[in-house]
DNA sequence: CCCGCAATGACTCAGTCCAC
DNA sequence: GTGGACTGAGTCATTGCGGG
């Protein structure tokens, strides 16, 4: 792709270019803007400032705070927002996905949390894996057992940890299931200092998981990205292409790092 | 393709209103 | 009184379109 220079695009006609130009000076400063201000660093006269920007404010892309201060207008949100409803998680990762499952020819899950569970939302695989268990796309796990369900429970506050707690009961698959909440809490904060969460045998004996946070434009957690193999092929060297891999999704997302959780 | 006309846009100036 | 926001009128430039 062409870099863009710092000069506005040539546009054909000359009240868009200017219009661009305002609504650029407006999301340069925190603060609603006076009009004085607007027209000398937009370098337009204040009166063709003023009815560029009277014409935005009858439109929604600028607000009037008070008579002769402007800033940005709640349409350029609604906007927004149709392009940001565009962007989901598994377009966004699908490609990344399949990358990720060429390096290491395990499979790779995307999921998310409904409720107190996880569900798998897309998975890159081969029919050779080796794979004993392979969940469906559209199936679930528990929270507490699964490496991605550790990641959203990490990101929860104490209180909603302990009530997850006490309506299921942390229910076990297996000996290797954490089922008392001391543990779990333990077993939080780690995932929390590491920044990703493992899944060791927990929800199924012979497989373990890896998984790493995928978080929207805003930092909150909106996916999972996970690695699960035979217990005994798990490598860590895949657990830094694995985070490497849920940050360029991220910054697909709008996600900066540094932004937030 | 060029020309003329009409519509639209951009701009300036003069003036009013209002807050300080 | 002064400065800034805003409006209306007038002028000039640009654009679109149809006819020759």
């Known amino acids: 792709m062409k870099m863009e220079t710092l000069e506005p695009a040539k546009t054909s006609i000359q009240v868009i270019e200017r219009m661009v130009a305002l609504l650029d000076v407006l999301a340069s400063y925190s603060d609603p803007v006076s009009l004085k201000e607007l027209s000398k660093v ?41 392009v940001k409803s565009r962007l989901s998680v598994r377009e966004a990762a699908v490609d990344l996905m399949r990358a990720l499952h060429n390096k290491t020819r395990q499979t790779v899950n995307l999921s998310v949390r ?28 528990p929270l507490h057992l699964t490496s991605t369900g550790k990641l959203f429970l990490s990101v929860d506050e104490p209180k ?11 229910a ?28 060791n045998e927990e929800l199924e004996l012979g497989v373990r998981c890896m998984a790493a946070g995928i978080h929207d434009d805003s930092g909150k957690l909106v996916a999972g990205l996970s690695i699960s ?32 959780v």
């Open 229 to 260: 193999a035979p217990a005994d092929r798990l490598q860590d060297e895949w657990l830094e292409d694995l985070v490497n891999t849920a940050a360029q999704i991220s910054a697909t997302l709008g996600h900066r790092v540094g932004a937030g």
């Open 172 to 199: 076990g698959h297996n000996k290797n299931s954490i089922t008392d909440l001391a543990r779990l809490e333990r077993e939080l904060t780690l995932v929390r200092s590491r920044g990703y969460a493992r899944d």
């Open 114 to 141: 409904q409720g107190d569970e996880i569900v798998y939302i897309d998975r890159a695989f081969s029919e050779r894996s080796g794979m004993q268990v392979v969940r469906a796309i559209g199936g679930r796990g």
């Open 42 to 82: 937009s370098g337009l006269h204040p009166s063709t400032a003023h009815r560029i920007l009277n014409d935005m404010v009858v439109t929604r892309f600028v607000d009037r705070v008070e008579p002769g201060t402007y800033r940005l207008g709640m349409r350029l949100l609604e906007l927004g927002n149709v």
């Open 160 to 170: 909603a940890i302990r009530a997850y707690a006490t309506r299921t009961g942390l």
